[in-house]
C-alpha cells in the first residue's frame, strides 16, 4: 500500500529548531572519524543539530531541534532488574516510574528542560542529553586530530541535521578549515535565505544537496516544506560561479518521490542548471529506534520500501539523459 496519506509535517516552532542557545557556539550531536561515503577520500563527519525541515522518513530525528534535548533508550531500560535510580532525578516530575511499569517520560515537560538532571544518574546511559556544545576553535582542534587519516583527498564533511541552519557557527568553523587547508563538504537542504546559503558555499569544495520531490506539495507534505527556494538557491550556486563539485541527492521512497515524472522533472531541472551529477539513496529504517527514543511515532514503520530493480530503472532514465547517477553509496569521488 502507498503511504495512507501524505498529510503535512506538522513542524516545531520556529524558535526550537531555527535559534542555537549561542550563536557563535555550535551544538553537534555526533563526530565521526572514518567515513569514506560523505565526499572525497576519507573523512572526519560533523553532525549539527537543527534542520529547517522534519522529513517523514528522517533517519536523525533526534537532529532536528537546535537545542540540547532529551534522549531516552527504552528498550535499555533495566527496569526490570529492579533499576529505580531515576525516580526521584527529575525536579520537574516528567519522570513517572511505578513498582509494575517501566518509566514514563512526559515529553511536554522534558521539551523544555535546561538542566537534565536525569541524565547524570541512570547507570546505563538510557537517558541522554542529546547534543554538546563546541566554540569554533575548539571544533576544528578536535577535527585537525584526524589530519593523519584524511590522506591527500580527505577531509571534513558537514552534515545534520542541516548544518547551514547554524550558519554564524559553521562560517567560523569553515574560516578556520580554509585556514588549514582542510577540504571541506556538506550535506545540506539548501532551504535557507540565499544569502547566507551563498556564504556558506564560498568555502564549500564538495556538496550533496537534496531535492526530495519536484513537486512543491508533494515537498511540503513530506518535509514541511516546499521545494521552490530549494531549486532557486541551487540555481543562484550555479550562476554564481562556484568552484565546488555538486551532486544532487533524493532518498528514495515508494509511493511518494519514485515515479517516472518526477525523475524527468529533475532531469530538466538540471539540464537548465548545468548539472550532470545525482545520488539515490534507497529508503531504509534505520533510524525507527531514534523516533521511539523522542517519544514520536514513525509513519515509514511499514511502507516506503523501493525495490533494487525500481532503483535500477530510475538509474536509467537518469543515465539515458546523460546524468551520472549512483545508487547508494556509490557516488564516484
Ligand atoms: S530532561 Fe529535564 S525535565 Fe526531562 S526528565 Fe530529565 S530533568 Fe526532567
Ligand atoms: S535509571 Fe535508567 S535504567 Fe534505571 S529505571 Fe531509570 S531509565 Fe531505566
Not at 516545531?12 to 577520500?41: C, N, T
Not at 541512570?122 to 590522506?151: A, T
Not at 545540506?188 to 512543491?216: C, G, R, W
Not at 517516472?260 to 539513496?281: C, G, P, S, T, Y
Request: with cysteine; aromatic share 10%; glycine share 6%.
Amino acid at each position: 500500500m502507498p503511504p495512507a496519506a501524505h498529510s503535512p509535517v506538522k513542524n516545531m516552532k520556529a524558535e526550537d529548531i531555527r535559534k542555537p542557545d549561542m550563536e557563535k557556539k555550535g551544538l553537534i550531536f555526533d563526530i565521526q572519524a572514518f567515513s569514506v561515503h560523505d565526499g572525497p577520500g576519507c573523512r572526519t563527519n560533523v553532525f549539527l543539530a537543527g534542520c529547517p525541515l522534519q522529513c517523514k522518513w528522517c533517519a536523525n530525528p533526534e537532529s532536528w531541534i537546535c537545542k540540547k534535548h532529551l534522549m531516552f533508550a527504552e528498550k535499555m531500560c533495566k527496569y526490570d532488574h529492579g533499576c529505580r535510580a531515576c525516580k526521584d532525578a527529575c525536579p520537574y516530575g516528567s519522570i513517572v516510574i511505578t513498582e509494575s511499569e517501566k518509566p514514563r517520560i512526559n515529553w511536554e515537560i522534558c521539551k523544555n528542560c535546561r538542566t537534565f538532571e536525569c541524565t547524570g544518574v541512570c547507570p546505563n546511559n538510557v537517558l541522554k542529553q542529546c547534543v554538546k556544545e563546541y566554540e569554533p576553535e575548539e571544533l576544528v582542534s578536535i577535527l585537525r586530530r584526524d589530519f593523519n587519516n584524511w590522506g591527500a583527498e580527505g577531509g571534513v564533511t558537514f552534515s545534520g541535521g542541516d548544518p547551514i541552519l547554524q550558519h554564524e557557527f559553521l562560517i567560523e568553523v569553515l574560516k578556520d578549515c580554509r585556514k588549514w587547508n582542510i577540504h571541506t563538504s556538506i550535506e545540506t537542504s539548501a532551504y535557507f535565505p540565499e544569502e547566507i546559503f551563498l556564504q556558506v558555499m564560498e568555502y564549500i569544495h564538495f556538496a550533496f544537496i537534496d531535492v526530495k520531490n519536484m513537486d512543491s506539495i508533494a515537498h511540503e507534505m513530506g518535509t514541511g516544506v516546499g521545494n521552490e527556494r530549494i531549486l532557486s538557491n541551487i540555481s543562484a550556486l550555479k550562476a554564481s560561479g562556484w568552484k565546488g563539485r555538486l551532486v544532487l541527492r533524493q532518498p528514495t521512497i515508494w509511493g511518494y518521490n519514485d515515479s517516472d515524472e518526477n525523475a524527468r522533472q529533475l532531469i530538466a531541472f538540471m539540464q537548465e542548471n548545468d548539472l550532470f551529477e545525482v545520488n539515490l539513496l534507497k529508503f531504509h529504517r534505520l533510524g525507527t529506534t531514534k523516533w521511539e527514543q523522542l517519544g514520536k511515532t514513525y509513519e515509514y514503520s511499514d511502507h516506503g520500501d523501493m525495490s533494487d530493480e525500481r532503483m535500477k530503472e530510475l538509474q536509467n532514465i537518469y543515465l539515458k539523459a546523460n546524468i551520472a547517477c549512483y545508487i547508494g553509496d556509490d557516488t564516484l569521488f
